[in-house]
């Protein structure tokens, strides 16, 4: 099942639902989403509800682990992650999530409330390529085992926007 992102919002406080198989193709999706959320003067609080995601990459991880610290430091909570697969749950434990989220099992009552959020259709590589980074950068925050197991991936994405980066310049010299 392909993934997708549910959004609700009531009284300020927003439900973020990933379902199927959720990939970076679907962070620029949510990082704008997360911008809107935190600028919205009537925020209140964030609950993500994992229970229908049946895989989740490290990219959305790393947005996920981006929303709680924003949520604790611009507004001092920790946001309420929702979770029943025990294959995800046991993903969000080796990362270190039980530092960022309130991990509770069960499922929200009223997920008819939730909208799809659409996804971003036209996304640069460029763009995709630094949501991909900061994600990562954002795990590699959390904890050393992190820190260890993304050190490579950053480094080789950071080495190839370097490199894209000086090609334009020498093209456009």
């Avoid at 530092?99 to 099992?105: A, G, L, P, R, S």
């Avoid at 590589?125 to 085992?145: F, K, P, Q, T, Y």
Wanted: aromatic share 6%; hydrophobic share 45%; net charge negative.
């Amino acid at each position: 099942m392909a993934g997708r992102i549910l959004v609700a919002e009531y009284d300020g406080v927003h439900i973020i639902k990933f379902e199927g198989d959720v990939r970076l193709t679907l962070c620029v999706t949510v990082d704008g989403y997360l911008d809107r959320m935190f600028a919205d003067d009537a925020f209140r609080g964030v609950v993500v509800d994992l229970n229908d995601t049946i895989g989740i990459d490290s990219t959305s991880l790393g947005i996920l682990a981006k929303l709680s610290i924003q949520a604790e430091k611009r507004f001092g909570f920790v946001p309420t992650l929702v979770c029943t697969n025990p294959d995800i749950t046991r993903i969000l434990l080796s990362m270190g999530f039980w530092d960022v989220f309130d991990i509770i099992e069960p499922p929200l009552e009223n997920a008819s409330q939730l909208r799809e959020l659409p996804s971003i259709k036209h996304v640069s590589e460029d763009e995709l390529r630094r949501h991909v980074i900061e994600a990562h950068r954002v795990l590699m925050g959390m904890n050393e085992s992190n820190r260890e197991a993304f050190k490579d991936l950053v480094a080789a994405l950071e080495a190839d926007e370097e490199s894209n980066a000086s090609g334009l310049i020498r093209k456009s010299a």
